[in-house]
């Protein structure tokens, strides 16, 4: 394949957004292509809900048009804050939780707030790369803890060895992981709280994908190690298909949670009284069950259609079938240069997928399979003859 990548395009996904900042590859990648593409297939959650269609989650519409739109609860509603707290099965206290304008900006928040210059972390990989970009431009000592196929799981005992030989400030994991759709067990959870509470060292973790996995449920982090030892970010926008609502939170113990308030103050100042409304109803332990079970049937569905489709066609993707997650990681083995690949599916075709580049992995693609079943079945279908064709000529 000649290479056709304009250099404009290169630039705005590999250079710096600021002094030390490096781009986020995947935001921009997203950000310049999913408003015109033809074909969606880079979104990682599942499909979002309509207003009308959150009506039978308990919103009464005609409540919405009453509510007055002050500035409401900087660190979010009691109501809102109660409720996030019980996901957690009284692992934390309402007053350990501060929502924020989705898992987006309570990750950087979280960072802020516990990461000094020249603070030792390890950090998990392959990651949606946003905190290993923070935590760069905070100017933290990175040690990457790589997950490795077939399996991509956690690598604990690298983990478990780097935490006694270096005495990490933190260990941040991505958890269900984006991209690789692999998460940790209970036991995997437990061992690696045991080893971080012996040096003292934090376990952050960004959970947005928790509660999709497809097997044996999975357990917050907080709920194994408590919050004196575990932060726990998550938020709205993936297995509850709310992305628009921008809702997200850190949860952990009482003091992180004033650290991170006050460093709010200086990014968004409170989450929209309009979304903190909304997902008070949202998440009434009735609907959570509810929503992960839809987030479940649709991801199953389509990875039903995908394996179908992909019998006796496995030499054009090789996918890592997820764990949890709404998306597929697959190796495409007869291209490297897979940034180029998705540049031309996206420039020729009108597909857009994410290209293993934006993960540090050139040679896969990251294939969204949270759409409506219906649409998947065309946008798959339509991947993969574009594939085809590109493999031939
Ligand atoms: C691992 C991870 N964390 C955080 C986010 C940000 O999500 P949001 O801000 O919509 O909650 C994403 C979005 O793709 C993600 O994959």
Not at 211 to 231: D, Y
Not at 242 to 252: D, E, H
Not at 349 to 369: D, K, S, T
Request: glycine share 10%; with cysteine.
């Amino acid at each position: 394949m000649e290479q056709r990548i304009p250099e404009k395009l290169l630039c705005s996904l590999f250079g710096e957004a600021a002094p030390g900042l490096p781009l986020f590859c995947l935001e921009r990648w997203q950000s310049l292509h999913e408003t015109e593409a033809r074909i969606q297939l880079s979104e990682s959650g599942v499909h979002p809900l309509t207003l009308e269609e959150l009506e039978e989650y308990g919103l009464r519409l005609e409540e919405l048009a009453r509510l007055e739109l002050g500035y409401g609860w900087t660190k979010g509603s009691p109501t809102l804050r109660e409720r996030i707290a019980q996901l957690y099965s009284g692992a934390v206290d309402p007053e350990g939780v501060v929502v924020a304008n989705g898992s987006a900006e309570a990750n950087l928040v979280a960072a802020i707030s516990l990461v000094s210059p020249g603070d030792t972390v390890l950090v998990d990989m392959p990651n949606y790369m946003q905190l290993p970009g923070i935590l760069k431009w905070l100017r933290a000592r990175i040690i990457p803890l790589w997950r490795r196929p077939p399996t991509w799981r956690f690598p604990l005992e690298e983990a478990v060895e780097y935490i006694r030989k270096y005495r990490p400030r933190a260990v941040f994991v991505t958890d269900p992981n984006n991209p690789t759709g692999s998460y940790m067990s209970r036991g995997e959870l437990e061992e690696l709280a045991e080893e971080a509470g012996k040096t003292g060292t934090l376990l952050v973790f960004d959970e947005v994908y928790w509660g999709s996995e497809l097997g044996e449920p999975r357990p917050s982090i907080l709920e194994v190690a408590g919050p004196e030892q575990a932060v726990s970010v998550s938020g709205l926008s993936k297995v509850y298909g709310l992305p628009g609502l921008r809702i997200g939170w850190v949860a952990g113990s009482r003091s992180v949670a004033e650290r991170v308030w006050s460093v709010k103050d200086y990014t968004s100042i409170a989450p929209s009284r309009l979304s903190d409304y909304i997902a008070s109803i949202v998440l009434d332990p009735g609907n959570v069950d509810r929503l992960r079970s839809r987030a479940k049937s649709i991801v199953t569905q389509n990875l039903d259609f995908f394996k179908e489709m992909l019998s006796g066609n496995e030499d054009l993707l090789k996918p890592y079938w997820p764990k949890a997650g709404a998306y597929v990681f697959a190796e495409v083995p007869w291209v490297k240069d897979t940034l180029q690949l998705a540049y031309r599916l996206y420039e020729e075709y009108g597909i857009l997928a994410n290209p293993g580049e934006c993960f540090e992995l050139p040679g896969y693609l990251r294939i969204g399979v949270g759409q409506q079943p219906g649409d998947f079945r065309h946008n798959l279908t339509e991947l993969l003859a574009a594939l085809g064709r590109l493999r031939g000529g």
